[in-house]
């Protein structure tokens, strides 16, 4: 089939909340989709109400709509490699920020990252609820967003585009072959033990 919303579901028999089975990483957005208010609000709501180390919550998040002056901005200069050709479609990027500092000094970054890693995570729990999309990208230009977003007390982890999933039809073939590659994972008994040590 040529035309397909592509679906990845995990290659598992355990039994697995819809959110967590049915979140892949999709690149190819609906690119008229758009975001509404309460929806942005229980994204921002999901990232807000994560766990974190001593409740620190050293955190921040900047939700950009397409159209927006600041979207294009990152859109066309923040990002890297192929992420600039199909991110531009997503309906929000979402800019994930840690706080460099706690109370005047400076924070454990190690703690800081794995905090911020928590909140994203629920946040794209919280976006496949609602039955939309998300893909988090590293490949970012960190020194261009924090220079637009004017955010030096920060550092730029990663920027999560976010979006209505839209049919393969008449999308180039590099971009659809990447999409129905088969999601893969390293075994189960590679990655965790039950009763008993590694
Ligand atoms: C921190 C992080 C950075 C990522 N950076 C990129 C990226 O720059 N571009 C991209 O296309 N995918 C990126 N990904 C997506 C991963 O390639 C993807 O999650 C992984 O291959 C597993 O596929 P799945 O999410 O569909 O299960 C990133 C994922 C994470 C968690």
Do not use: C, K, L, T
């Given at each position: 089939m040529n035309h397909e919303i592509v679906q990845k579901p995990a290659d598992t028999t355990a039994n697995l909340h819809p959110s967590v089975r049915d979140r892949w990483s999709p690149r190819?957005?609906?690119?008229?989709h758009n975001l509404g208010m309460a929806e942005l609000e229980s994204i921002g709501e999901a990232f807000r109400w994560a766990p974190s180390s001593s409740n620190q919550q050293p955190w921040k998040l900047v939700l950009l709509r397409r159209g927006s002056e600041l979207f294009e901005a990152i859109a066309s200069t923040g990002l890297t490699g192929f992420n600039q050709t199909w991110a531009?479609?997503?309906s929000v990027l979402a800019v994930v920020l840690a706080a460099k500092s706690f109370e005047g000094k400076d924070r454990d970054m190690a703690k800081t990252y794995f905090d911020v890693g928590l909140a994203s995570s629920q946040l794209v729990t919280q976006v496949e609820s609602m039955g939309l999309k998300a893909h988090f990208m590293g490949g970012i230009v960190p020194e261009k967003i924090t220079e637009l977003l004017?955010?030096?007390?920060?550092?730029?982890i990663c920027v999560i585009a976010i979006g209505k999933q839209s049919s393969t039809?008449?999308?180039e073939d590099a971009i659809v072959a990447r999409e129905r590659a088969p999601r893969t994972r390293n075994s189960s008994s590679d990655v965790y033990v039950i009763d008993s040590a590694l």
């Open positions: 190819i957005y609906d690119p008229e531009p479609r997503a004017n955010v030096s007390e920060h550092a730029v039809e008449g999308h």
